[in-house]
């Protein structure tokens, strides 16, 4: 098992940035495929941005973030980042990231069997 503790959320003027993290238990960090995923009040949770187990070599991006968003891991660390750049008010969201057992960074929800509480963003001037 995992266990999965994001940080890093706040408030930020569009335009602005913000650097996420998700820290994970466990020695096994590296057979994991990590994404990140969204949910607004009233929405569905989306997906965001995902990266291949071990090496992280894979990296898929949702379309709305391409380019502004840069998602990264360390496996020493046990930390899965995503460097969030050029913010817009409609990227307000919870933000959570999820974990799949030697995952090829899937785009689909289902495919994550372990998430973490979740951490605001906001973007509001």
């Known amino acids: 098992q995992v266990q999965l503790v994001e940080s890093g959320g706040g408030l930020v003027q569009p335009g602005g940035s913000l650097r996420l993290s998700c820290q994970a238990s466990?020695?096994?960090?590296?057979?994991?495929?990590m994404a990140w995923f969204r949910q607004a009040p009233g929405k569905e949770r989306e997906f965001v941005a995902s990266?291949?187990?071990?090496?992280?070599?894979?990296?898929y991006y949702a379309t709305s973030v391409k380019g502004r968003f840069t998602i990264s891991r360390d496996n020493a660390k046990n930390t899965v980042n995503l460097q969030m750049n050029s913010l817009k008010p409609e990227d307000s969201a919870v933000y959570y990231c999820?974990?799949?057992?030697?995952?090829?960074?899937?785009?689909?929800?289902?495919?994550?069997?372990?998430w973490g509480q979740g951490t605001q963003v906001t973007v509001s001037s």
């Open positions: 466990g020695r096994t960090f590296g057979d994991y495929g």
């Open positions: 990266i291949s187990w071990s090496t992280g070599n894979i990296k």
């Open positions: 999820g974990a799949d057992r030697y995952g090829p960074g899937s785009t689909n929800l289902n495919a994550y069997e372990y």
